[in-house]
């Protein structure tokens, strides 16, 4: 399939990226700056354009069946006005203009919108979330919120539209693992908070496969979490990342009004979290590469 991408050098987008490739679909990433980009082109295209602005990249996005709509700016921040509009309109602007691309043309095509758990909003309760939970009430949920709706009227256009709500993303070369494994190392690694607060986690490859059965599944649409069956606590993600590493977790717990002192609003994401499973995913009989957390942390840190 020919398939168009969003936000292809990220974190997760240059993953996907590659290994569509390596599949051999024919994959075209819209960047603003190319040169930056030239490490994933083994066999990508790449076009110049800033998704967020209308351009000549959405002509080249016609000629696509799929596009897997990732762009947006990191949330892992302190939130500042000026982030949240960054992180708001980063995500509107281009999903809309992807849509827009496809008024024209959008029968029979695919749109993979990414959009996250945080529509679920910040619990702290065992309640398991699955994709008929209503939105929570903060900031995240109403940018998952827009989002999501912003790329939902892409079905206006005859397109079939998966909103994909990813959890924490597990990977080799970024992401949350990114900033844990090197504190651990420093045996700097610890619980924030309670540690209870649950943790919606999900291996990079399983985002892979489960794009890959999407393809396949033509009538799945709508709202799909992007989460691995397991979801665990906080306190176990940290004990289970110290027996893989073999680096004892030997730091006190960070009192949440430590994180909050420094993260501000975002903290409350960290200290809270959510328990999500993919209800959709299971149901359609996926079966995931990594649906325990042991499993995904030694593969992706068997180098280490």
Not at 159 to 176: D, F, H, K, Y
């Amino acid at each position: 399939m020919k398939i168009f991408v969003t936000g292809g050098t990220g974190f997760v987008g240059s993953y996907l990226v590659r290994n569509l490739a390596r599949r051999g679909h024919k994959v075209t990433v819209v960047t603003r700056s190319p040169g930056k980009a030239s490490s994933i082109n083994g066999g990508v295209a790449l076009v110049q354009g800033d998704p967020m602005k209308p351009g000549q990249w959405q002509q080249e996005l016609k000629d696509h069946d799929v596009i897997v709509n990732l762009a947006g700016a990191s949330i892992f921040t302190y939130w500042t006005e000026k982030a949240r509009k960054a992180i708001m309109e980063s995500r509107l602007f281009t999903t809309r203009n992807v849509v827009d691309a496809l008024a024209e043309n959008g029968k029979e095509k695919i749109l993979i919108s990414a959009s996250a758990v945080g529509y679920y909003g910040s619990r702290e309760d065992d309640l398991v979330l699955d994709e008929s939970s209503p939105p929570g009430n903060e900031f995240v949920t109403e940018v998952s919120r827009l989002w999501e709706a912003e790329a939902a009227r892409a079905a206006d256009h005859g397109v079939r539209v998966v909103l994909a709500r990813l959890g924490i993303v597990l990977g080799r070369n970024g992401g949350a693992l990114g900033k844990m494994v090197p504190a651990f190392k420093r045996y700097l690694g610890g619980t924030l908070g309670s540690g209870r607060q649950w943790f919606p986690w999900i291996h990079e490859e399983d985002i892979l496969h489960i794009i890959l059965f999407l393809l396949e599944k033509d009538h799945i649409a709508g709202p799909v979490n992007f989460t691995a069956p397991n979801p665990v606590r906080h306190k176990d993600l940290v004990q289970t990342l110290s027996k893989v590493l073999n680096k004892p977790a030997v730091m006190p717990p960070v009192p949440g009004f430590a994180v909050k002192a420094l993260l501000g609003e975002f903290g409350n994401v960290l200290l809270k979290g959510q328990r999500v499973i993919p209800g959709k995913l299971t149901d359609e009989g996926y079966q995931f590469q990594y649906p325990e957390l042991r499993g995904a942390l030694e593969n992706i840190l068997r180098q280490e």
